[in-house]
């Protein structure tokens, strides 16, 4: 569960502070669902709890480099919406990568990934447009 402390809106996207409750892990994550579509996350409102699953936007890399994260892969299987994930932890904290990004690290127990930056991509039943 997330607290969402904060929203950062721009013209057309948004940045959210959400909390994680059970690591108190602060997360600044990006918002684009609006964009989309109707069914969109603009239903989050702050200082509420969500269910919230988050996707890190970049790309594997070969081995750690500077900004890169260390991710332990615990599920290779994963589907939100159409689009299946590879679901992995770092530093406690549950994240997702697109499957077709880390096929080549699936069979591996980590895999090294340098992200710009964390998306939205699900809260509570409401799944991100794109997906």
């Known amino acids: 569960m997330y607290e969402l ?3 950062s809106e721009s013209a057309a996207t948004r940045f959210l502070t959400l909390k994680n409750m059970e690591t108190n892990t602060v997360e600044e994550c990006f918002d ?5 579509s109707d069914k969109n996350f603009e239903f989050m409102k702050t200082g509420r709890q969500y269910d919230c699953k988050i996707k890190l936007f970049g790309t594997p890399v070969n081995s750690k480099v500077p900004n890169s994260v260390n991710c332990k892969i615990l599920d ?7 689009t299946p994930f590879v679901e992995v932890i770092v530093n406690k904290n549950k994240y997702y990568i697109v499957r077709q990004k880390a096929m080549r690290f699936e069979k591996e127990d980590f895999i090294s990934f340098l992200f710009t930056r964390k998306d939205l991509i699900q809260v509570d039943s409401v799944i991100h447009p794109d997906l």
């Open 5 to 7: 402390l904060e929203i």
């Open 32 to 36: 684009d669902s609006a964009l989309v």
């Open 76 to 82: 290779t299987n994963v589907v939100i919406g159409n």
